[in-house]
Structures are given as structure tokens and as C-alpha cells.
């Protein structure tokens, strides 16, 4: 199928959108779909975002629509169903200010996002799985965790040694029985921090890119916080947990850290070697967590 660039036409066709211009947001972490911003003429503005992958394009309508009113999320105006001539498309609001990363994060703003982290673990599901696929919800957060783990290294096995994917499967299938503590099921964003977090005047706006929730453990969703993905300063991890606490009981996550980090890592990679991106765009992303992999088992 056409990269989603070369049919832009298409979409706006379809969209009523002929008028409007279309200009590509540049985001190094965005690796899971196309977004553009749209300017119609009477200058108001709206998001286009194309999705290269049905499920992600299926799980960010899902979510968007389930979590409305809950916790905020943009609001999605027009969808276009993916088939065999294009990509799924979601058109949604505009929201005002811009993406946060380590410099622009406040201690206020740490502390907003973690009262809206637990308010999205306040929706608890029937099982632990994808959401979009329900009949296929299980009961064992291990078997959710395991799928999605061997996926991960399946994925990297043409481009990591034998020897390091065997190190980490054998750390990560002997310390499944830490998933006793596993705080779910429940809604989880999988890819919590903060450049999926739209802020404008220290105010928290918007949590975007739902492509990986599902309902899965709480505990899961604190990843990105104990790797620095958030802040090296202790007083940003504090609010946060402030915040998160204000809403529902901080889940014991200290001791799942080891096999989540993992579990990340190997998500990660594997998606970046599927889709070949590894040395382009997300160089960075990939060393990171190459280093990580590495450093983890040696330790």
C-alpha cells in the first residue's frame, strides 16, 4: 500500500477538507502513525492523524471514544475505515500548546498527570488483553505479558545475539510469579510520559496516542517513570505520585520493575526492526534501549 504522504488528496477528498492546507508535525517519537495539522480556511484547526496499522487505527478510536468525558482526551469528529486502497484516518479537535518533554515538565503539571493516570486505572476490565479483540480477554495477567513478551524478541532475533535474547527470556520466565502483585485488569496507556502529554500554560490538556492500550496492570504504566523518561528530579517523581495517590492507592510497582523494564525494552526493539526504522528516525530510541537490554543482563 502508498505511504499515507503520497494520499494525502485521498483523505482530504474524503474529509470535505479540499480547502484546507495540511502541514506534517515532525515528532521524533512518533513512530506509530502520520499526523498532520489542518488548517481550514476559516483558520480553525483540527488533527489528522493516519494509521499505518488497522489495530492501531481500531485501538485509538476505541479508546478515544470510551475514555470521552473521563479523562481528557481529544474528541474525534470523522473517521475514515482503513481498506485495501488506504489507511484508517482519524479526524479529532485540535488542542492548543504543545507536546511535554523533561525541560518543559513542571512539578504541577508531574502532578496533574498522575491524577489522571490513576483516574484512567479507574476503569477496570473483565480480563487482561486487547480490547478491540474482547472474546480474547484472559483472566492470567502472565499469559497477557508472555504474548506480548515473546512477540517483542521474535521480532529482534534477526538483528540481536541468541545469546542475549536467551538471557532475557530466562530472567523474564523466572520472575513471572512477581505478576501475583499485578494491580488489574484495568484500562492502561502502555506508552505513559511526557511526549504524549499536551500541556498549555502549565495546564494538562490532552493525553494522546492510544495505538498500545489494552486492558492490562497498573503497575505497568509506571515503566516510563522508573526508566527517565520522565525526569532525573526527585521532586518530578514525587508529584506525580501525589497526584496518582489523590485518586487510588499507588500500586506496588517497585518489585514488577525489573520484569516491566524488560518487557518494555523488548517491545521496543522489536517494533523498531519490523518496521525498519531502527537506524533512521528512532536511532536514538533504539540505542536507548539496546544500552538497556544490554547493561540489564550484564548486571
Same mark, same amino acid.
Given at each position: 500500500m502508498p505511504s499515507p504522504k503520497l494520499k494525502l488528496n485521498l483523505y482530504q477528498k474524503l474529509l470535505g477538507l479540499d480547502h484546507a492546507q495540511f502541514s506534517l508535525i515532525q515528532h521524533e517519537d512518533a513512530i506509530v502513525a502520520i499526523v498532520y495539522e489542518v488548517?481550514?480556511?476559516? &483558520?480553525?484547526k483540527l488533527i489528522l492523524k493516519i494509521c499505518e496499522q488497522e489495530r492501531h487505527f481500531l485501538r485509538e478510536v476505541y479508546f478515544l471514544k470510551a475514555l470521552k468525558d473521563k479523562i481528557p482526551v481529544p474528541q474525534i469528529l470523522q473517521t475514515i475505515e482503513p481498506?485495501?486502497?488506504?489507511? &484508517?484516518?482519524?479526524?479529532?479537535?485540535?488542542l492548543p500548546g504543545q507536546v511535554l518533554n523533561k525541560e518543559t515538565l513542571t512539578c504541577e503539571l508531574a502532578?496533574?498527570? &498522575?491524577y489522571e493516570l490513576a483516574r484512567l486505572h479507574l476503569n477496570s476490565e473483565k480480563g487482561y488483553g486487547?480490547?478491540?479483540?474482547?472474546?480474547?480477554?484472559?483472566?492470567?495477567?502472565?499469559?497477557?505479558?508472555?504474548?506480548?513478551?515473546?512477540?517483542?524478541?521474535d521480532e529482534c532475533e534477526t538483528h540481536l545475539p541468541s545469546s542475549l535474547l536467551n538471557e532475557c527470556r530466562h530472567y523474564f520466565h523466572t520472575h513471572l510469579y512477581l505478576l501475583e502483585l499485578a494491580d488489574g485488569p484495568c484500562i492502561i496507556h502502555r506508552d505513559f510520559r511526557p511526549g504524549?502529554?499536551?500541556?498549555?500554560?502549565?495546564?494538562?490538556?490532552?493525553?494522546?496516542?492510544?495505538?498500545?492500550?489494552?486492558? &492490562?496492570?497498573?503497575?505497568?504504566?509506571?515503566?516510563?517513570?522508573?526508566?527517565?523518561?520522565w525526569s532525573?528530579?526527585?521532586?518530578?517523581?514525587?508529584?506525580?505520585?501525589?497526584?496518582?495517590?489523590?485518586?487510588?492507592?499507588?500500586?506496588?510497582?517497585?518489585?514488577?520493575?525489573?520484569?516491566?523494564?524488560?518487557?518494555?525494552?523488548?517491545a521496543i526493539l522489536g517494533y523498531l526492526?519490523?518496521?525498519?526504522?531502527?537506524?533512521?528516525?528512532?536511532?536514538?530510541?533504539?540505542?536507548?534501549?539496546?544500552?538497556?537490554?544490554?547493561?540489564f543482563i550484564e548486571a
Open positions: 488548517i481550514e480556511p476559516s &483558520g480553525k481498506n485495501s486502497k488506504r489507511h &484508517g484516518a482519524i479526524l479529532m479537535e485540535y502532578e496533574k498527570a &498522575g486487547d480490547l478491540i479483540s474482547k472474546d480474547s480477554l484472559t483472566q492470567d495477567p502472565k499469559a497477557d505479558l508472555i504474548q506480548r513478551f515473546e512477540e517483542g524478541l504524549n502529554l499536551l500541556a498549555h500554560k502549565n495546564k494538562l490538556l490532552g493525553i494522546i496516542d492510544w495505538a498500545s492500550a489494552r486492558a &492490562g496492570f497498573a503497575q505497568e504504566d509506571f515503566s516510563s517513570l522508573e526508566m527517565g523518561e532525573t528530579q526527585a521532586s518530578i517523581q514525587a508529584a506525580f505520585l501525589s497526584g496518582y495517590d489523590t485518586i487510588r492507592p499507588i500500586p506496588r510497582y517497585q518489585e514488577l520493575m525489573p520484569l516491566l523494564k524488560l518487557s518494555r525494552s523488548a526492526y519490523r518496521k525498519g526504522i531502527y537506524h533512521k528516525s528512532s536511532a536514538k530510541l533504539h540505542q536507548s534501549h539496546l544500552n538497556f537490554l544490554k547493561t
